[in-house]
T-cell receptor, first 115, second 113 residues
Framework: DTGVSQNPRHKITKRGQNVTFRCDPI?????LYWYRQTLGQGPEFLTYFQNEAQLEKSRLLSDRFSAERPKGSFSTLEIQRTEQGDSAMYLC?????????????FGDGTRLSIL | GDSVTQMEGPVTLSEEAFLTINCTYTATGYPSLFWYVQYPGEGLQLLLKATKADDKGSNKGFEATYRKETTSFHLEKGSVQVSDSAVYFC????????????FGDGTTLTVKP
């Protein structure tokens, strides 16, 4: 169990640019989640994958955001035409089957700063 | 929708003091409840969980009991250490297949020697 890995750890970009983050979940976990966390707040759910299928998306996920999980392994989260309000920590988590009883294993996050 | 309300921080205690961090929730179903901890510079990690009413989760001297009648899941520790300084998040997860979690805003604990 090598844990959930996220890259990059930090991303600084200018407003209007596109950014892409990567998450490598724990290998035997088939569920993968993306959350966004701003200073002083708890993580907010963005989207969820069961294997390669994206099963739920939050209303927070505007059409500038897209997430993929090809082959049910790693996942990418892309933000197009970034805005100041996108500055946040983006967290990835994974879990095994078992529904809501299973705890989630989190990566260290990618901190996005929009200039 | 679901929500979690945590006691506001920050909380500052002396070493060996008793800790309580309050957490209450609202949920449409019958959720599982979790406490996660985030140490400085690290990601969130599970501290303890409880999956049904009256269950007590415990780990590293921390305890929390699932109280369905008061919709609460308060975190307690009898004697805190400097190394317990961290941000603590209460969370719930519905029993549907999604398993996504709803988090509180976190409580920052600082323990002074």
């Amino acid at each position: 169990d090598t844990g959930v890995s996220q890259n990059p750890r930090h991303k600084i970009t200018k407003r209007g640019q596109n950014v892409t983050f990567r998450c490598d979940p724990i290998s035997e976990h088939n569920r993968l989640y993306w959350y966004r966390q701003t200073l002083g707040q708890g993580p907010e759910f963005l989207t969820y994958f069961q294997n390669e299928a994206q099963l739920e998306k939050s209303r927070l996920l505007s059409d500038r955001f897209s997430a993929e999980r090809p082959k049910g392994s790693f996942s990418t989260l892309e933000i197009q035409r970034t805005e100041q309000g996108d500055s946040a920590m983006y967290l990835c988590a994974s879990s095994g089957d078992g529904g809501g009883n299973q705890p989630q294993h989190f990566g260290d996050g990618t901190r996005l700063s929009i200039l | 929708g679901d929500s979690v309300t945590q006691m506001e921080g920050p909380v500052t205690l002396s070493e060996e003091a008793f800790l309580t961090i309050n957490c209450t929730y609202t949920a449409t179903g019958y959720p599982s409840l979790f406490w996660y901890v985030q140490y400085p510079g690290e990601g969130l990690q599970l501290l303890l969980k409880a999956t049904k009413a009256d269950d007590k989760g415990s780990n590293k001297g921390f305890e929390a009991t699932y109280r369905k009648e008061t919709t609460s899941f308060h975190l307690e520790k009898g004697s805190v250490q400097v190394s317990d300084s961290a941000v603590y998040f209460c969370a719930l997860s519905e029993r549907t297949n999604a398993g996504k979690s709803t988090f509180g805003d976190g409580t920052t604990l600082t323990v002074k020697p």
